[in-house]
């Protein structure tokens, strides 16, 4: 007689090349798939409740209409499933986020407690948090060296999907997560042969990668960052189709960066909402009404910046927003307008359908200059001039801020020029504001002396 184990979804949306997954079904058991509706979800923005619904559809296919759901606090409602279907044991890929080991601590207690246990096997991740460190044991500081090593130490080849005997249980199902029925969601890589269908399509045309992932205007990056997210392809099935090419090479990197700000908040979760260079921590920000009304505009997309204003106006339309222009925003908050970077990092992660609190939370400190770069607040980002060199022509900005479509070219760019009726002149003046930044910095650090 078979035995009878849990496989309790998380981040890993899919069946192949999920280790958990392999364990769970080494010896023919019968699998009962989970996933649990988990409170801590209220946090999440739509956008992302939307993607993972239509995973979780796609998910409930792959183990043939058996996919479980459970509603509640999970050291409650995952005892009970395994006392419920006589599982000793509930596989999970391990979680390596602040509230996700917090979490597995929890319900691992609980599940001892009922005669059963966590078994955690494989993670997110190509190289797992903690694993890449220096010769002496000590973590990487900043991510050159971490990704020389992360690379060196290389991961295994991806796996198909295994035989396995799937078995539901009694279920009440429910709506699930609330649809944004408010944005035009990309769902397509939401499954994962959609997923593996765009890679296929990305991957010719990495030889371009390092030059057409910085243009806004161009389908020029893999857009996975989604799928990713949720699991539902995992980065060793991506690394494992690169070669040798400038282009993969850039391409890894940009998988490395991901996986070193995660290695980076897992030893230091607190770096999720406070800087990491603690010195930083004295650098006058602005947080009065005056502020919130400044903070309102930039997220409205009203700065008269275009290129700022196209890229917090495709955030709002379609929970996503280019990574050069993710930058962009991010530099205009923080050194033009001088307010806290955890206010973008939480309107970020309200509305991006890719939310990552390691890679958001650690990509905005990079542009506050907080966080892991070695002297980082010199990078000041001018958004005309990088407007007029990643999208010249503003084939992007026109997308978005369709104001602004009667101007041709470069013109629609330059915030001097007269302005259709409708448009606000730019909000600030970027060469004074980078002077006052400067200034704002010059005075942390000889505050933090």
């Known amino acids: 007689m078979r035995r009878t184990v849990v496989m309790w979804f998380r981040r890993d949306l899919r069946v192949a090349d999920l280790p958990a997954l392999h364990a769970a079904a080494a010896d023919g058991a019968h699998v009962v798939p989970l996933f649990v509706v988990d409170p801590a979800f209220a946090r999440a923005g739509a956008a992302r409740a939307t993607f993972m619904r239509a995973a979780l559809g796609a998910l409930d296919d792959s183990t043939h209409r058996a996919l479980v759901y ?32 917090t979490r597995d601590t929890t319900v691992s207690e609980a599940l001892h407690a009922t005669g059963s246990r966590l078994v955690g096997v494989g993670s997110p991740y190509a190289v797992p948090p903690g694993t890449v460190t220096k010769a002496d044991g000590t973590p990487y500081q900043v991510f050159t060296p971490f990704s020389k090593a992360w690379r060196a130490h290389g991961w295994q080849l991806p796996s198909g999907a295994p035989a396995v005997h799937w078995r539901g249980a009694p279920d009440v199902r429910s709506d699930g997560p609330p649809v944004d029925g408010g944005r035009q969601l990309s769902l397509h890589t939401a499954s994962e042969d959609g997923a593996h269908a765009r890679w296929h399509d990305v991957l010719p045309r990495l030889d371009m990668y390092e030059v057409q992932r910085d243009l806004p205007g161009t389908d020029g990056t893999s857009g996975l960052s989604a799928a990713l997210r949720w699991g539902v392809v995992h980065p060793r099935q991506l690394l494992a189709d690169l070669g040798p090419e400038r282009g993969h090479e850039v391409f890894a990197s940009e998988l490395a960066w991901r996986e070193f700000y995660a290695d980076v908040l897992a030893r230091r979760p607190e770096t999720a909402w406070r800087n990491v260079d603690r010195r930083m921590d004295a650098m006058p920000v602005d947080t009065d009404g005056a502020a919130r009304m400044r903070f309102e505009r930039w997220a409205a997309g009203t700065t008269g910046f ?40 939480r309107h970020f992660m309200r509305h991006l359908v890719d939310g990552d609190l390691a890679s958001n939370s650690h990509g905005w400190q990079w542009a506050a200059g907080t966080g892991t770069d070695a002297a980082p607040y010199f990078r000041i980002f001018n958004p005309t001039t990088q407007a007029l060199r990643f999208d010249p022509e503003g084939h992007y900005v026109h997308r978005w801020v369709p104001e602004l479509r009667g101007l041709n070219g470069a013109a629609v760019h330059q915030p001097g020029l ?29 505050g933090s002396r």
Do not use: C
Not at 80 to 100: H, I, K, N, Q
Not at 315 to 327: D, E, T
Not at 420 to 440: I, N, Q, S, T, W
């Open 306 to 345: 275009p290129i700022v204003d196209a890229g917090m106006r495709q955030l709002a339309a379609i929970g996503w927003m280019h990574n050069r222009v993710r930058m962009l925003v991010a530099s205009f908050l923080v050194k033009d307008l001088h307010l806290p970077w955890q206010w973008g990092a």
């Open 70 to 101: 459970r509603h509640g606090e999970p050291s409650l409602v995952v005892p009970a499933l395994a006392t419920e279907v006589g599982a000793a044991e509930v596989f999970v890929s391990r979680d390596f986020g602040p509230y996700g080991r």
């Open 418 to 446: 007269l302005r259709p009726a409708g448009y606000p002149p730019p909000m600030v003046d970027h060469a004074a504001e980078r002077d006052e930044a400067l200034h704002r910095y010059r005075l942390a650090m000889a």
